[in-house]
């Protein structure tokens, strides 16, 4: 079996970690050779080719470093069995040109996408793709990552009948590496609640000054954005986009005070500031272009969105620039 990971950032170098660990396990069980590449560019392709990948998993307070083959160019007849896309959205479209003449098994491409498969240009038949979220964050810092996961590293997949035999092989593969797989049939549902859920928090930063600890203490913006994070989901549900995941239902439905003072614990710790605020500060080209596809998601439905709309004008057009 043959997996090439695009993008060593936060994400990508975490899952080629779990997996390039487990590959004598994976060839003992799947009794077949297991390859795995990185392909990365200019100073990343450099200091991998150097040193190894270095992550340190801030929960289990381990670090480890792996020496994977890293690759500059995806050649049209290097075929793999997976290609795991981790790329901010606004990277995506640099390198669709070269996974359109490629002939891989299945493209997954794991992030924020508030588009679908039909935001991806030039397309690729859909058959070949699945969008998926990994549940990670953390940071990059002189060489090494800062990986923030659980026990075991999560990744959801959207799945369908195109993709159903393909997928069933990746769990097996995942399951052998110590990595959670979960698919859902309604994965762009999934990833636009997301996006209505993580936005307007990451507006609510941005306007505070972009300091974390500082929003924690500003309860006026941190209600406002919890009720603007109401407004964009349910917005969503009455234009035929599925609430996704179920459990998301009930954190909704929890009243604001009690939400807020959970936000607020978050944002004041170090696991928030991990999650929440250094990727705010690292990828601001990508949070304006997710917001630009929530407020474009919304704009159809014709109730009132007072506190989602506020927050895009105090924000998208200075701090998120």
Known sequence: MRILIIGAGVTGSLFASYLAGSREKLEKKLREKFELKILAR??????????????????QNITTIDSIPVI???????VYDFVFVFLRKTQVAAI?????????????????????LEGLSPPLKQQKISLAFPAAGGRREEGTVFSVHG??????????????????????????SGISLKTTGAMDSWLKHHLALIIPLSLALYSDGGD???????????????KAAKEGSAALSRL????R??????????PCPLIRNKVKKLLASPMGKLLVYDHCMAAPEEM????????????PDERPRLNLEDLFLKTIDNRTE
């Open 96 to 116: 669709m040109e070269e996974l359109k003449s490629n002939r891989s098994g299945l493209f997954v491409f794991a992030g924020n996408n508030g588009t679908g």
């Open 72 to 78: 500059k160019t995806l050649e049209s007849g290097d």
């Open 42 to 59: 200019g100073e990343t392709f450099r200091r991998l080719n150097e040193n190894g990948l270095k992550i340190h998993h801030v929960v």
């Open 212 to 226: 974390n600890v500082s929003l924690s203490n500003n309860s006026d913006l941190i209600r406002q954005s919890i």
């Open 151 to 176: 026990n075991k590293p999560s990744l959801i997949l959207g799945r369908n009948k195109n993709t159903a035999k393909r997928i069933r092989n990746l769990k097996k593969v995942f399951r052998l």
């Open 288 to 299: 304006k272009e997710l917001a630009g596809e929530l407020e474009r998601l919304v704009a």
């Open 240 to 243: 035929g986009h599925p609430l």
């Open 245 to 254: 995941p179920w459990k998301l239902r009930f954190s909704l439905w929890l």
